[in-house]
């Protein structure tokens, strides 16, 4: 820029003509080579989303404070999973299959080795054994519809849930019928309610009628 004075007055003449676009838009030769464009760049990108498409790291969820583990209600219990639908059949019943239901770690399988250490409920085809067998502390059934955690470990203790050996005895006596609600204290000590909202029979090739079950299941450990 060329200083000029003119009647005591000092003109400054730019020698450059500014553009009619500012800093930002699609024209760039304002902002060549100037940081404070840049800083427009940056400050326009925040709290939007990055060139690549993903959210800012100010949008990520961030996990709850403290260690994440669950807490005791005041009943003295914690929840450790709650209505999770738990479907037990004999996926391959003219072979050597059996199935588990481990209430401890919420989930059902079928396999052709024995779980019985793990599971509570185990429908046997495999072996020496058939039938349905239960490995617990103690099992029983709930008069009441919606039992909650005291209530259900109390209902446990009924021990009417009991292991029937071979399947025409367990088909005759239909011990688990759809409506029930069963109570286990399993082996670690943990308190489980399965509703059950199907248990269905079925006839198979080898003349022997074997159950399907849905148990909607909750499970709770009790205060230490």
């Not at 209430?103 to 085809?125: H, P, V, Y």
């Not at 489980?192 to 248990?199: K, L, S, W, Y």
Request: with cysteine.
């Amino acid at each position: 820029m060329t200083p000029i004075r003119r009647s005591g007055v000092t003109v400054l003449v730019v020698s450059a003509v500014l553009a009619l676009t500012s800093c930002g838009t699609s024209t760039e030769m304002n902002c060549s080579g100037s940081s404070q464009c840049a800083g427009d760049r940056n400050d326009h990108r925040e709290g939007g989303a990055a060139d690549d498409g993903q959210a800012p790291a100010e949008a990520a969820t961030h996990a709850p404070q403290g260690d994440g583990s669950p807490k005791a209600d005041e009943s003295g219990f914690t929840t450790l999973y709650k209505d999770r639908n738990l479907k037990v059949g004999l996926a391959f019943p003219n072979n050597c299959y059996d199935t588990f239901v481990d209430f401890d770690k919420g989930r059902a399988w079928s396999a052709d080795d024995r779980g019985d250490d793990e599971a509570e409920i185990n429908l046997k085809s495999c072996y020496v054994e058939f039938g349905q067998y239960i490995n617990a502390r103690s099992a029983g059934f709930s008069d009441i519809q919606h039992p909650d955690a005291r209530q259900c470990m109390e209902a446990s203790q009924t021990g009417g849930l009991q292991t029937i050996e071979g399947w025409d005895a367990v088909y005759e006596q239909k011990p688990i019928k759809q409506g029930m609600t069963l109570c286990i204290e399993t082996e670690l000590g943990n308190i489980a309610r399965a509703e059950v909202t199907e248990a269905t029979w079925k006839l198979y090739d080898d003349g022997v009628h074997r159950p399907f079950y849905i148990f909607k299941t909750t499970a709770w450990k009790p205060e230490e």
